[in-house]
């Protein structure tokens, strides 16, 4: 299997790596727990001390690393540069407040019989983290900052066209001060993972990526009676009420949609309008999509990137072509740029049906399908026809309407009149097919600690 980086907006391959051969892969798994049984002693100053570090680092390099993943999966340099900042942000964040989130739980001890009574959190060891390459930095620092600060070690298998930001991160965390054997990166096909998670010396795993690599993990992971957190595919309802302030909303649609071309379980995909509002919005949609720079990601003015893979944009190409044979109405868009690289133009699909592909699909790409409804029962009846539930929108100044979705829309996060996004402070994750268990936040950081009782007498 290639580890390299193709470059998508040129197609060209700028670097191969060899694979860490099954001895090498030992080597790194014995590293691992062997650091771990020492590193789970060391105190919360000096893993801050060392996080601090790996966040000044990463802010100081910001640029280049930066280019890395522009070159490695087309995201625009701007949203690499922003990531970079984002990770080192997030790794300030659990360097200050780690200690505080993993503190005892103090318990009434006179209500079991004892002198003291509480709950302690502890690490519990060797974490397989399994990663995507769309965003190819912030998704595993998400899980490595908090899996740090709590005392886990990390084994990284990453996407295996984003070899340079997977090495880089171990690099980082390296030159950070972290010892030896804290994170490191495996080089390894995805047909390795079993191996190394079904590693007694594994503790644990976290996979980031689509439904079929989720359901493999948590299979193996089942067999072995170790515990997972999965985040899977999501395709989010955007749904928008006459009261909403329109004009922001069509501005933040069009960002939602497009951010990292596409390319983010995250992003709004499906746009829920109701009817008093439905054509003043499309229009409104269709021209600010069509309006778009696409090209390099490496230039400024660029807003659109390629597709981080070839076969990505034929997956693409497939979801649209099969809407369009059923009756789907193309806006703008909906159909893929020539010349080289893997570029697809923002496209805007109406009249999309449940016998469509594309209405239950998550596409992964910067293609948005747009839906009337009448009235609040539909828009969330609408919203909630996906097999998905990881985040979701929803605009209206109605106070009645902003509960309704908060209550009802079957989703890990609901968002009123902004976009989603995950911030350290707020659990992230989804229910139904995108997943369980929760990233960032003080959940985040506890998924990987024994959460043991600690019951003491006279």
């Not at 580890?3 to 040129?10: F, R």
């Not at 590293?31 to 105190?43: D, E, F, I, P, V």
Request: proline share 5%; hydrophobic share 45%; net charge negative.
């Amino acid at each position: 299997m290639a580890i390299a980086t193709v470059n998508p907006a040129t197609g060209a391959v700028e670097r191969s790596f060899d694979a860490h051969t099954p001895g090498q892969v030992e080597e790194k798994i014995a590293a691992a727990y062997t650091r771990w049984r020492s590193y789970r002693t060391s105190t919360f100053a000096q893993r801050s001390a060392w996080m601090v570090a790996a966040a000044e680092l990463l802010e100081s390099e910001a640029d280049t690393v930066a280019a890395v993943m522009t070159t490695e999966m087309g995201k625009t340099l701007a949203s690499a540069r922003a990531e970079a900042l984002k990770c080192a942000s997030a790794m300030r964040f659990y360097a200050d407040r780690a200690e505080g989130l993993l503190r005892d739980e103090p318990a009434d001890p006179s209500t079991v019989g004892a002198v003291r009574a509480y709950a302690a959190y502890q690490p519990l060891g060797v974490v397989l983290a399994v990663m995507p390459w769309n965003f190819p930095l912030w998704q595993v620092v998400r899980f490595a900052a908090p899996a740090l600060m709590a005392g886990n070690v990390g084994l990284l298998k990453h996407a295996s066209n984003v070899p340079q930001t997977a090495l880089y991160l171990e690099d980082l965390y390296r030159r950070a001060g972290f010892p030896d054997g804290c994170f490191q990166t495996l080089l390894i096909s995805s047909s390795d993972v079993e191996r190394v998670l079904r590693d007694d010396r594994v503790a644990a795993a976290t996979l980031t990526g689509s439904e079929p690599a989720g359901r493999s993990v948590a299979a193996i992971a089942g067999d072995e009676v170790k515990h997972t957190v999965l985040e899977l595919g999501g395709s989010d309802p955007f749904v928008v009420m006459p009261s909403a302030d329109l004009a922001r909303a069509v501005e933040v649609a069009v960002t939602a949609r497009v951010q990292n071309n596409g390319q983010s379980c995250i992003a709004a995909k499906r746009f829920i309008v109701h009817a008093d509002v439905y054509d003043e919005f499309a229009q409104r949609f269709v021209e600010a999509m069509s309006a778009l720079t696409v090209g390099d990601p490496m230039d400024a003015d660029t807003q659109v990137g390629p597709l981080a893979t070839e076969q990505g944009r034929k997956d693409v190409e497939d979801l649209v072509a099969d809407a369009v044979a059923e009756g789907a109405r193309v806006l703008c868009g909906g159909s893929r740029i020539d010349g080289a690289g893997w570029f697809y133009p923002p496209t805007v699909i109406a009249d999309i049906s449940a016998h469509m592909e594309m209405y239950a699909a998550e596409v992964f790409g910067p293609v948005a399908s747009l839906f009337r409804v009448a009235d609040i029962d539909e828009a969330i009846e609408v919203a909630n026809a996906t097999s998905f539930g990881l985040g979701s929108n929803a605009w209206t100044a109605d106070p009645g309407e902003q509960a309704r979705f908060v209550a009802d829309l079957e989703a890990g996060a609901v968002f009123v009149n902004g976009m989603t996004t995950s911030h350290p402070e707020l659990p992230f994750g989804g229910i139904k097919r995108s997943g369980y268990g929760r990233e960032l936040s003080a959940h985040g950081i506890r998924e990987f600690c024994n959460i043991k009782t600690v019951w003491v007498g006279e």
